[in-house]
């Protein structure tokens, strides 16, 4: 009921910045929460930062600062502003949304993923 789409990976330098996007379709209005998590190689999938309906955002610790989360209602977008990377930052990055339906319960929608790639 909620499709995600990502874009704006890329390859980019140490201290360098990309923002990537995520458009959301379908049944927009049921989500609750959105967020961006990553997973580089041998490793597993981590939350990067996360947003709420009510617009309350949490990092993890090795973002903190250099990343921001953000959302456009009007267009249905999720961004995610990176600045200062770092060759640890290299990884796919997804973008979810969790979505409630009534009398049912909650549901998670996942994007295909974009590369970011740092180079040292």
């Known amino acids: 009921q909620v499709q995600l789409v990502e874009s704006g990976g890329g390859l980019v330098q140490t201290g360098g910045s990309l923002r990537l996007s995520c458009a959301a379709s379908g049944s927009t209005s049921r989500i609750i929460a959105m967020g961006w998590y990553r997973q580089a190689p041998g490793k597993q999938r981590e939350l990067v930062a996360s947003?709420?309906?009510?617009?309350?955002?949490n990092y993890a610790d090795s973002v903190k600062g250099r990343f921001t989360i953000s959302r456009d209602n009007a267009k249905s977008t999720l961004y995610l502003q990176m600045n200062t990377l770092r060759p640890e930052d290299t990884a796919v990055y997804y973008c979810n949304a969790d979505y409630r339906i009534p009398t049912m319960g909650d549901f998670a929608s996942w994007g295909q993923g974009t590369q970011v790639t740092v180079s040292s």
């Open positions: 947003i709420t309906r009510d617009g309350s955002t």
